[in-house]
């Protein structure tokens, strides 16, 4: 393997996240200092964000939203972080929808970066009930709900429910560099 930052080497997105382990603020504001200075087209940085800590009411909406799937390990997370975009049909300046998604995928990554700096790991789930974020968190008509961050972390695998056991203890993988080059 090249030689790759320890930042991006060991990046890891866990589904074990510490149960009592808190965000703190400075963390938080770390984390979120890190995704608005991304890049994004033409500087118009579409992404916002909510912060929910674990069991505030903000935290408890993001979570009821989340696939029950998703909850059984996210509730352990001792964050979690909407990450929305403004909506490009409302914004007259905004990028075109790809663009957004791109710019929103930006500052996410900047924050995953982040994250491992600080010792944290984060966990991202796009299969979510947007409508239903939405509402619960009374999203200005123009802000698109796009994913769930969990952060937090690392706690025991073992602690997980015995069908994430092995997903959580499973080698890493990624496909060979070769695979990725297009000829």
């Known amino acids: 393997m090249a030689d ?5 080497a060991f990046r890891w ?7 009592t382990d808190e965000l703190s603020a400075a963390d938080a504001a770390s984390l979120l200092e890190a995704a608005r ?4 087209l033409g500087n118009r940085q579409p992404w916002r964000f909510t912060l929910g800590h674990r069991d505030d009411e903000t935290w408890k909406r993001i979570l009821v939203n989340l696939p029950e799937r998703e909850q059984r390990w996210a509730h352990r997370a001792a964050a979690l972080l909407l990450a929305a975009h403004v909506d490009a049909d409302t914004a ?9 998604a ?9 924050l ?4 491992t700096a600080l010792g944290l790991h984060v966990r991202q789930v796009l299969t979510v009930d947007r409508a239903g ?3 619960d968190l009374h999203l200005p008509a123009d802000v698109r709900p796009y994913a769930v961050v969990a952060v937090g972390r690392l706690g025991d695998p073992l602690s997980l429910p015995a069908d994430l056991v092995a997903e959580e203890t499973s080698l890493r993988h990624r496909r060979p560099l070769a695979d ?4």
């Open 37 to 40: 200075w991304a890049p994004s």
């Open 102 to 110: 791109y710019d929103l995928g930006q500052a996410v990554a900047h």
């Open 92 to 100: 007259p300046d905004a990028a075109p929808a790809d663009g957004i």
């Open 180 to 183: 990725l080059l297009l000829r």
């Open 4 to 8: 790759l930052t320890p930042l991006l």
């Open 13 to 19: 997105s866990p589904l074990a996240f510490h149960p």
């Open 133 to 135: 974020l939405a509402a």
């Open 112 to 115: 995953t970066v982040q994250a």
